[in-house]
């Protein structure tokens, strides 16, 4: 919302007004932490914990996709043949779906869609949480020093941040891939999955790095000046104690925001990068790839393409929203 | 702007005004009340409070953080967000009501019968623009029929007014090539560019220095004797109030608690609160080595104000008449001598001996 | 220790230049500070009053070495820290802190009040007798808070309860000197006098030395025994108190206590009218840096920059031609040269742009 300046002047002067939320002098009062009061805005917001409650669902999911598949009775590479009719295509109405699998079966080879989705959100949050989390701690070391210490070190990783920041994406991620796999495994030899999300993760991180590096760096060049850390220095604290003490603390909240909203990020690179054909291989369950088979049947089994593409929109479109509300409970001004 | 126009070309479009009485006050306000709906509850900023400025006179406001004071002259000028504040009471400037008139009514009211200084005149100033077209730009808002060269020509004069050498030069000059003074005075011809009868300057030369106070100080005297215009001077400077005012109203918790002319209100003060800030503020004269006398706490939240009369908590009197201070919001009354008002349950002799015995010989109060 | 006349910190020719870019070519130099020369002696409190750019806040967080000195030394308790590392500091800032202006941005929002006053001895390595929770307590109470609120936040207070915060922070050491950066100046007048009041206190208890930092003349009057006025990165004007506000030497001090706006007189008072801004540093008058200003100014001002010395083997010493004498308001006011005045003030606006 827009706001003239003068009203801003205004409100100010309504703000400051002493101890606003000066608490009652009695009752052994414990403070409540910026932190403490962000979880409380979170908590009064809907979006926020219908999302959250959402994305809970799939990490629980996710993390328990072998019980699920000992519930189930099926796992992931199971093929059912034999419910497939001639052509390929299976057998009942809206892709064979049935009380044995509740979002039918995969043209072709008879798999079964629901447990493949389950372990491909398996795989999308493995690998979306782990680039998320190498990102975060490499951006974090390499923009907290920059922004710190500045000089010639800030010089040399902004200059590898541009760097990296040019280099176009899928046209090294299309190139690296298979040179790195041919590296590791003959022409002919079976990729394990394994490695191919391995490979995945690494080149998420590679390029990943740099948005969060540049966000710690601001922040941390913002907060070099501010009065308190001078106060720190003054009293002789080391270079530790300054990073891990002062300044980290304070900028938490947009990393964290920005930690939300990449991992969604990942999702779906991670789904385009399956689609073109990068990066995972045949059997590992995964959103992309399902997606990428399905296209072929758009026609003859639209079911095929519409259980992932909702599964994936619902997983994106939660942490995005979730994303988005805890900006505004760690940055209330942000949202006026 | 593209509003219809019938007013001829060069003079100003002023509607139909009541006439106004002789000896009338130019703006008057009563009763004002401005509410501002906030996530942690109803804000009342400013709660009952009136006021008069005559043309030519200086009404100086001086309050503490939160103490409603810049509410007010916002109110006055109509710059509130109106979905997110109420406002009850009247305001009227120059005869005309402003209270619940439609936007574009008081918007052309503003900077031409009425404008403001800002606290911070590198805000108020566009960067991107020189500060000789942002006035003339000021002026030709509500002079539309008036020509670029002329609309130029006046900027230039007005510069040259407010002080600032070789106008003519100046004019195509940035705002970051003033300095903050000159800032100042830029922003201050930019007021006076329409020839308002009305000036709100809000805490104008809080951000600048002594030297350059004084100057700015002077320079709002010398055009006031000029224009003949009413000064409203918001600030939380005893000191600056001193210098320039007529008339003092002192506001605490969006109420007024204290109003009469500047003699009456600092030199024989009614009100605990006018004390304490007596003989809080250090001074260049009297006892260096004696201790200043605080008011003791905090400036209240305007979104849980105490009860009854809001400064009790930090009153040193307040126990002097049981439970009433806590209980009952005084109202503002004649305080004995004509046109000095003060809102306080202590009698009138109490008063008196009190500052008397406690306040009159300490700090600046003397 | 040091008995005698030792003083507990000796500046000599302080002085900070910064480099800038100054318009499409060439770069300058900024000489915020330049040449400074004063003495703290132990518990003494030294005010340093000018205007904004005079270089005073520069001067203060050189002396806690948050900036490093371009120039002169700095002497603590005999020692030259001037250009001391951070090991070296180490046992020296335990007796040399500062109090910074803005009660807002000089405390960690995201720290405990505790962990805010606590602080220092931590980075130091400091276990207090009774530990450090009993310490914060105790500072707490030392600066007039409820010493069960170190955990709390510093959302959680006023201006004045934060501004008591930073000091607590300040004393938690046992300083015997500090720098306080215009402690009270971003704070509500009735909150104003407390910490001036509670600054006086823990001044005469812990005899604590200060170097006072301020533009407001009357805050500095009653806080500090000596007073240096600055202007332009120099000081023009030192000396006892009641020396400079009662007998000012110096045309710019005068001028400067003229322009205070007093509430004990109504209405504009006869002030010193100053001409234009200060100029900028940047390049600063020739000779005398305050001359563009002055009602006073000869060609010998533009010549020669007049040394800051005693006059009648005082303790007052004045950087001027052609010092006051006599009582602050009377003498010599611009009245006289009023036209000079105007004169130079149209070269000043060209100076200050």
């Known amino acids: ?16 007004g002493g101890d606003a939320d000066a608490p009652k002098e009695e009752k052994g009062f414990v403070g409540r932490s910026p932190g403490q009061l962000a979880w409380l805005r979170l908590r009064g917001d809907r979006t926020a914990m219908v999302s959250g409650a959402l994305l809970v669902f799939f990490v629980l999911v996710a993390l328990s996709a072998p019980l699920i598949e000992l519930l189930y009775g099926i796992g992931p590479s199971d093929q059912f043949q034999h419910k497939l009719d001639r052509f390929g295509m299976p057998l009942g109405y809206a892709g064979g779906v049935s009380g044995d699998h509740f979002f039918g079966l995969e043209p072709g080879l008879g798999r079964d869609i629901f447990i493949r989705l389950v372990y491909g959100l398996r795989t999308s949050l493995l690998i979306a949480f782990a680039a998320a989390v190498i990102t975060a701690v490499l951006g974090i070391a390499l923009g907290a020093l920059a922004g710190y210490l500045g000089g010639w070190l800030d010089a040399v990783i902004n200059w590898v941040t541009d760097l990296v920041l040019a280099m176009p994406f899928l046209i090294i991620a299309l190139a690296l891939t298979p040179t790195l796999t041919l590296r590791f495994y003959g022409e002919r030899d079976a990729v394990s999955p394994a490695f191919g999300v391995g490979v995945l993760i690494a080149v998420f991180a590679i390029f990943g790095w740099t948005s969060t590096a540049r966000l710690v760096r601001g922040q941390v060049i913002a907060l070099r000046e501010r009065e308190f850390v001078e106060a720190a220095k003054a009293s002789g604290a080391g270079l530790g104690h300054m990073l891990f003490r002062q300044l980290l603390p304070n900028i938490w909240a947009p990393i964290l925001v920005s930690f939300s909203l990449a991992v969604p990020q990942f999702i779906t690179s991670e789904a385009a990068l399956s689609f073109i054909g990068v990066g995972l291989t045949e059997e590992t369950p995964s959103f992309g790839r399902m997606i990428y088979q399905s296209l072929v049947y758009l026609q003859t089994d639209p079911a095929f393409v519409f259980f992932p593409g909702v599964a994936i929109f619902a997983l994106v479109f939660a942490f995005n929203l979730f994303g988005d509300a805890l900006r505004d409970a760690l940055d209330p001004k942000s949202s006026r | 702007m593209d509003r219809p126009e019938s007013a001829p070309s060069g003079e100003p479009d002023r509607p139909a005004v009541p006439e106004q009485r002789a000896g009338d006050p130019y703006l008057r306000v009563s009763d004002l009340r401005v509410r501002f709906d906030t996530a942690d509850g109803v804000v009342r900023a400013v709660d009952g409070v009136s006021f008069a400025v005559e043309r030519g006179r200086t009404l100086g406001i001086v309050g503490e953080s939160g103490s409603g004071k810049s509410v ?11 979905k997110r504040t109420t406002i009850t009471g009247e305001i009227s400037v120059g005869g005309r009501q402003l ?13 031409r019968d009425m404008a403001m200084i800002f606290q911070d005149p590198l805000s108020a100033l566009h960067p991107y623009y020189t500060v000789g077209r942002q006035i003339a730009e000021a002026y030709r808002v509500h002079h539309p029929r008036v020509s670029r060269r002329e609309a130029r020509r006046r900027a230039v004069d007005m510069l040259g007014r407010v002080g600032i050498p070789q106008p003519g030069r100046r004019f195509d000059q940035y705002p970051h090539e003033f300095s903050g003074g000159m800032r100042q005075r830029v922003v201050i011809a930019m007021a006076l560019v329409n020839d308002p009868d009305l000036l709100i300057a809000d ?40 210098q320039v005012a007529d008339e003092v109203l002192v506001m605490y918790g969006g109420r007024a608690v204290e109003h009469g002319s500047v003699e009456q209100v600092l030199r024989r003060p009614q009100h605990p609160y006018t004390w304490g800030l007596l003989s809080s503020v250090p001074s260049l004269h009297g006892d260096a080595d004696a201790d200043l006398v605080p008011i003791r706490g905090n400036p209240p939240s305007l979104i849980n104000l105490p009860a009854g009369c809001a400064f009790h908590p ?17 109202e503002l009354r004649p305080a004995g001598a004509p046109g000095h008002l003060v809102a306080c349950h202590l009698s009138a002799d109490d008063r008196t001996r009190l500052y008397a015995e406690d306040i009159a010989h300490v700090g600046v109060a003397r | 220790m040091s008995v005698g006349d030792e003083p507990l910190l000796r500046v000599r020719g302080l002085g900070k230049h910064f480099p800038v870019r100054s318009g499409p070519r060439g770069r300058g130099l900024v000489r915020a500070v330049d040449g400074l020369d004063f003495d703290v002696r132990a518990g003494e409190t030294l005010g340093l009053v000018g205007e904004s750019g005079c270089g005073k806040t520069t001067t203060g967080r050189m002396l806690v070495r948050l900036l490093e000195p371009t120039a002169g030394s700095i002497e603590f308790a005999g020692r030259d820290i001037t250009h001391a590392g951070r090991r070296e500091l180490r046992p020296l800032r335990q007796d040399l802190q500062i109090i910074f202006q803005d009660p807002y941005a000089s405390l960690n929002p995201r720290h405990t009040v505790g962990r805010i006053i606590a602080m220092p001895l931590l980075v130091n390595g400091i276990d207090p007798p009774g530990g450090v929770k009993a310490r914060v307590r105790e500072l707490l109470e030392l600066v007039g808070l409820n010493p069960e609120h170190y955990n709390r936040y510093p959302h959680e207070f006023s201006g004045g309860q934060r501004q008591r915060i930073g000091i607590a922070r300040a004393l938690a050491l046992r300083p015997k000197l500090i720098v306080a950066d215009e402690p009270v100046s971003a704070l509500d007048v009735s909150i104003q006098a407390q910490v001036v009041n509670l600054l006086r206190d823990l001044q005469r208890d812990l005899g604590l030395a200060f170097v006072f930092i301020a533009h407001d003349l009357a805050v500095v009057r009653h806080f500090c025994q000596r007073v240096a006025v600055m202007y332009l990165g120099r000081i023009v004007e030192i000396g006892d108190r009641d020396d400079i506000y009662e007998r000012p030497q110096h045309p710019y001090t005068r001028a400067l206590l003229s322009a205070v706006p007093d509430v004990t007189t109504l209405g504009p008072a006869g002030r010193i009218r100053l001409a234009g801004d200060v100029p900028t540093p940047l390049n600063p008058p020739s000779g005398c840096r305050f001359r563009t200003r002055c009602w006073k100014a000869r060609d010998i001002c533009a010549a020669e920059e007049p040394p800051l010395v005693p006059r009648d083997g005082g303790n007052q010493a004045t950087a001027c031609h052609f010092p006051e004498s006599g009582p602050a308001g009377a003498g010599s006011g611009p009245a006289g040269a009023a036209p000079a005045a105007a004169g130079t003030g149209a070269s000043v606006e060209e100076v200050s742009r």
């Open chain 1, 1 to 16: 919302m827009s706001m003239s300046p003068v009203e801003g002047v205004a409100l100010a002067e309504v703000e400051s």
């Open chain 2, 72 to 82: 007010t002259s916002l109110a006055v000028l109509g710059l509130h967000d109106p």
């Open chain 2, 99 to 111: 209270v619940g008139q439609p936007d574009e009514e008081v918007r052309r009211l503003r900077g």
């Open chain 2, 203 to 242: 805490e104008p030369t809080t951000a600048l220095d002594v030297t350059v106070q004084a100057q700015i100080l002077d320079l709002l005297a010398d055009l006031q004797a000029e224009f003949h215009s009413a000064i409203i001077m918001i600030t939380h400077d005893l000191g600056v109030v001193s």
């Open chain 2, 314 to 330: 930090r009153c040193r009197y307040a126990d002097r008449n049981g439970d009433r201070s806590r209980a009952q919001v005084p």
